[in-house]
């Protein structure tokens, strides 16, 4: 039995609720699940995903000046995790994602995940159907939060 | 169409199987899906969050002598994975929950979450209908586990 | 009302979609989820799980040399994160999961779970249902990646 597909990389599980997504070697893993996202019309969705990265830029939002400082990984790590969730923004759909990378010795380096290049990733996306995830300037933290 | 929420920051998906949660500002973060947990009538449910603490209190189980050591994190930190569940304890819901938090540089910091003050969080949690899940006291381990 | 299953230490939820496990106190983890696929069924799946464990072997994967090497973990630590999934390889489930570990100040070890000896674990995996889901060896990364 073939998957049933339009994605490379896709195959979906429980009438389409589910999504398994290999990202392609090279990918760019923020990117791939906005595809994902994109392609589907998914307008709510939460994912984890494990594998390797290439390299990565993270970042830490400082709470006092409201400003990501940028946290660059120039070396392959494992993803030991990846935990996150799709909404809209502007009405057009959002990756949001944190990461938790390990080194050869398994030191870790973590936060907001900017930006992945994938050496192997495997996703599981859960598409949500409900009301409207839409994003929204927060002017306490700064941050664009839901709307809910 | 707005979200159909009792409780303010709520949204819910699938019928009511699925919630996503914004923790509000400086909120605590078990407390706050201990109030979603009663209100909503949840008696298992499994949750992942990710999202900023202004600090938190994270503890270490000593496997010898069973006694929790806490390690207090009294600065910003990012919630990079944050992976629990709900049951019950005498009857009543009980938030269990690891987080891994990291820091400006992205150095972490991870265990048992105690208490965490929110600067932003977005938590999904999912109901599961079936079996009571209680917690009862383990001899050998000294610590409160599903009673399965 | 007592949990309907053939397993120790598992409750089964939404009609058998959703699975809590208690690992028993010196089960090896992935040993546990595997037996628990097979027993089950079990063809594709996604877990996640928190708890402790005695001791545990890491993987890092070297990507240039396509080799992995091994970190070896031997005093107690909080199980922060373990985010994993169930596929075939060779027509058998297989167990993919990687892991965030903490020490008794908090500081962490993460990568690719290749052993990890539970003091105490909560596992829950859900079901999925669909396509065949078989791991097959890619040239690129030398790794056993989804066939998708």
């Not at 339009?6 to 791939?32: A, C, F």
């Not at 994602?97 to 390990?102: E, I, M, R, T």
Request: charged share 30%.
């Amino acid at each position: 039995m073939k998957p049933n597909t339009e994605l490379p990389g896709l195959s979906e599980y429980d009438g389409g609720k589910e999504m398994l997504l290999r990202v392609k070697h090279d990918g760019e893993l923020i990117q791939s699940i906005l595809e994902l996202a994109t392609k589907k019309g998914i307008k709510a969705a939460t994912f984890t995903a494990i594998g390797a990265l290439k390299r990565a830029k993270l970042g830490y939002y400082d709470q006092k000046n409201h400003k990501y400082r940028e946290i660059t990984i120039d070396s392959p790590h494992e993803m030991a995790s990846c935990v996150g969730n799709v909404s809209l923004s502007d009405g057009k759909p959002f990756v949001h994602a944190h990461v938790v990378l390990a080194d050869e010795r398994g030191n870790t380096r973590a936060g907001h995940l900017m930006e992945g290049t994938v050496f192997a990733a495997e996703v599981l996306l859960r598409r949500l159907e409900g009301p409207r995830l839409e994003r929204k300037l927060d002017a306490v933290t700064g941050l664009w939060l839901w709307e809910i």
